[in-house]
């Protein structure tokens, strides 16, 4: 048998997948930038650990998902997936290492995030237990949240919406429900991710006996429901800036009329074809990033001219 190499400080930030992390790193900011819009009090250095927490949080999914994909044999050379992004699949390691590196991420995010989460009371408390539960159970266990139809509406709600919402219960000690309704382009984005990836793998999933939401409704009516998916992102990126800070909310619609046009009429003519997976990879995750990130810019603006004050966010 040949032998196995130890895992790298290269091949573990691999592992942790960077190019994903802006779905962590997006909410997270996102959150910050809600706290701060409503005046809440907010310290540099709660800020950074929760930032960091949230990250730390990705890359565990992240290792762990490579982990569980690789022992369970959905990963494989033949499954159009780049180099780069499946090290367990091309990297002679041993998976039991890619394993305790997952579960060291996690650790180190509670280790970032509990001071601040027992301080602040149950509400914080129970948002990072379900969270937590999330990561371990997203691709793990008996019967993986990854492998079911309920997949991205599960990871667009953790991700997207759970992260601001543990974010600023952290820094209030309350359930800000609001805060769900404007997440909801973060919610939408990541969940096209997750379904990206899955309506590229239906056959795949098939064989492998995977009930994903694309393997039950096809290609054709995935590729419908994704479409439609994108047209609702769009518009709320578009109006949710605009109901809460009027006028100057259209920088956001500005921002994407400049810079995101294009990805997303792409993201409009997406087939989810399988010999396309990483084309179409890169494009979802170029939509997020320029997508939600017109968001954020937009937010980002109406903080430091102070225009969103009395508006309701």
Not at 273 to 285: D, F, H, S, T, V
Not at 297 to 309: C, E, S
Request: aromatic residues 8%; hydrophobic residues 55%.
């Amino acid at each position: 048998m040949e032998q196995r190499h130890n895992l790298t400080p290269l091949l573990a930030l691999r592992l942790a997948a960077p190019h994903t992390w802006p779905a962590s790193v997006y909410p997270a900011l996102f959150g910050e930038l809600y706290c701060l819009l409503r005046g809440y009090d907010m310290t540099f250095a709660v800020a950074a650990a929760l930032f960091c927490a949230c990250v730390l949080m990705q890359s565990a999914v992240n290792a762990l998902n490579d982990y569980f994909d690789y022992v369970k044999g959905a990963d494989q050379a033949d499954d159009c997936v780049e180099v780069s992004d499946a090290v367990l699949v091309y990297e002679n390691i041993d998976p039991k290492q890619a394993l305790a590196l997952g579960i060291g991420f996690l650790a180190a995010a509670a280790l970032l995030a509990l001071p601040i989460i027992v301080s602040a009371g149950p509400a914080p408390l129970l948002i990072g237990v379900v969270g937590g539960l999330a990561v371990l159970t997203y691709s793990g266990g008996a019967l993986p949240v990854s492998y079911l139809p309920v997949g991205e509406c599960v990871s667009g709600t953790i991700m997207g919406g759970l992260i601001p919402l543990g974010i600023v219960a952290a820094v209030t000690g309350t359930f800000d429900w609001p805060v769900l309704i404007v997440s909801l382009p973060f919610i939408i984005g990541i969940a096209l991710i997750m379904m990206t990836n899955n309506g590229s793998d239906i056959e795949k999933d098939i064989q492998a006996k995977r009930r994903t939401l694309p393997v039950l409704l096809g290609r054709k009516n995935s590729v419908r429901l994704y479409h439609g998916a994108v047209v609702v992102w769009l518009v709320l990126l578009c109006l949710l800036p605009v109901i809460y800070a009027g006028p100057w909310g259209l920088l956001s619609p500005l921002f994407l009329l400049l810079f995101a046009r294009k990805p997303f009429m792409s993201l409009l003519q997406t087939t989810l074809a399988p010999q396309r997976r990483i084309e179409q990879m890169k494009g979802i995750l170029v939509g997020n990033l320029l997508g939600n990130g017109a968001y954020l810019f937009t937010m980002a603006v109406l903080l430091i001219g102070g225009i969103a004050n009395g508006r309701g966010i």
